[in-house]
């Protein structure tokens, strides 16, 4: 069992930066790939980053591709979401899971735990 809880969300002006964090409890945490998610009001939740479990692998949506950066502290159970250059578009409620997939995967199918989710908003 695997708990995953975000912070770090809030408001932030276009062009902006806000530095995400997911703090899991449990022992096994370094076995799990990673995951963010978002969801838009009345869209439907998309992949955003993944990690290994490692950390030697990362993989991005192409919307987020050179402006966002996922990492993990497996000593501190917690992978965070660095994102820079923040548009508009990128408002959303932002989500964290986890996978026991050897690899990271972009469906939300192979996700077992989530989070509860962190408001990010970014005006214009």
């Known amino acids: 069992q695997v708990q995953l809880v975000e912070s770090g969300g809030g408001l932030v002006q276009a062009g902006g930066s806000l530095r995400l964090s997911c703090a899991a409890s449990g022992r096994t945490f370094s076995s799990y790939a990673m995951g963010w998610f978002r969801q838009a009001p009345g869209k439907e939740r998309e992949f955003v980053a993944g990690?290994?479990?490692?950390?030697?692998?990362?993989y991005y949506a192409d919307s987020v591709k050179g402006r966002f950066t996922i990492s993990r502290d497996n000593a501190k159970n917690t992978v965070y979401l660095q994102m820079n250059s923040l548009k508009p578009e990128d408002t959303a409620a932002y989500y964290c899971?986890?996978?026991?997939?050897?690899?990271?995967?972009?469906?939300?199918?192979?996700?077992?735990?989530w989070g509860q989710g962190t408001q990010v908003t970014v005006s214009s």
């Open positions: 990690i290994r479990w490692s950390g030697g692998r990362t």
């Open positions: 899971a986890a996978s026991r997939n050897l690899v990271v995967d972009t469906t939300q199918g192979a996700y077992i735990y």
